[in-house]
């Protein structure tokens, strides 16, 4: 069992920016992705951003050049900077956790999702 905790989320101006941490608890493997979703009203849950134990990432086109994604492996925590913000970004952020296990398949681990609203 793996629990995420979302944090950071807010109301902020446009261009301005947020920071959003996620810190993960429980049966953690050491391979595994994390990475942030959002999710609007009558849109399906789309990925944002992702980085795996290897420090590798990968972004959403719509994001990319604004928002930068991180972890601390020894904190088990994701960051995600947010700058540059616009009306679109509003949305429920959610933290995810891919546990990559050799014989198995993959399992999926969710936050509870933190409020992101971009308005003046």
């Known amino acids: 069992q793996v629990q995420l905790v979302e944090s950071g989320g807010g109301l902020v101006q446009p261009g301005g920016s947020l920071r959003l941490s996620c810190a993960a608890s429980?049966?953690?493997?050491?391979?595994?992705?994390m990475g942030w979703y959002r999710q609007t009203p009558g849109k399906q849950r789309e990925l944002v951003a992702v980085?795996?134990?290897?420090?590798?990432?990968r972004y959403a086109d719509s994001v990319k050049g604004r928002f930068t994604i991180s972890r601390d492996n020894a904190k088990n925590t994701v960051y995600l900077q947010m700058n540059s913000l616009n009306s679109e970004d509003t949305a429920v952020y959610y933290c995810?956790?891919?546990?990559?296990?050799?014989?198995?398949?993959?399992?999926?681990?969710w936050g509870q999702g933190t409020q992101v609203t971009v308005s003046s």
């Open positions: 429980g049966s953690i493997f050491s391979n595994n992705d």
């Open positions: 980085i795996t134990s290897g420090g590798s990432t």
């Open positions: 995810n956790l891919k546990s990559i296990v050799a014989g198995t398949q993959p399992d999926d681990y």
